[in-house]
């Protein structure tokens, strides 16, 4: 009897002694990220969503040319900008995205009312507005790498009546 006590207990400690890896996760996918990156813009939580970005995130808008470099810097300048002046933007990607070697593709539709404050100074137009646009993501280590976003910008202008 005491063998097996013995048995049971030094298995016991054996095993909760043991180190247990993490298998790799599915939130963990490159897709899994890109999908919790824009839930996070959609609860208009750019902390969140700019959790999703590396460190060192390359933020490339077509509709600007110049990336933006780091994370807090595409948070404020991204991210910030676009809630605070359309704190109900919905971003809803459509169809099915193109996965592959860490890269995510797809296209989307962006759309809200603008009823805040450019961060350039515009001020809001109070006007409802719906575009679409394409992304390309590379993620690396679960977080955003780089993101490109192209869209028609100018017909958004002329939607909000700015253009």
């Given amino acids: 009897m005491r063998r097996r006590q013995f048995l049971a207990v030094t298995g016991a400690l054996a095993l909760a002694g043991m180190t247990i890896m993490r298998p ?3 939130d ?5 990220v890109v999908e919790s990156y824009l839930a996070a813009w959609n609860a208009h939580d750019s902390a969140k ?13 077509a509709s600007v040319g110049t990336p933006v470099e780091g994370r807090e810097a595409a948070k404020t300048g991204v991210i910030d900008n676009f809630l605070n002046a359309v704190p109900d933007a919905v971003w809803k990607m459509k169809g099915s995205p193109i996965v592959q070697d860490g890269r995510v ?6 759309s809200g009312t603008n009823t805040g404050d450019w961060a350039d100074g515009a001020k809001a137009t109070g006007k409802s507005f719906k575009f679409d646009g394409a992304s390309i993501f590379e993620i690396g280590g679960g977080k955003i790498t780089h993101q490109a976003d192209y869209y028609d910008a100018l017909g958004f202008y002329k939607q909000l009546g700015l253009m």
């Fill in 105 to 110: 593709s797809f296209e989307w539709q962006f």
């Fill in 49 to 61: 969503a700019a959790g999703h970005f590396a460190d060192n995130v390359t933020y490339y808008d």
């Fill in 28 to 32: 963990d996918t490159p897709q899994a």
């Fill in 24 to 26: 790799a996760m599915a």
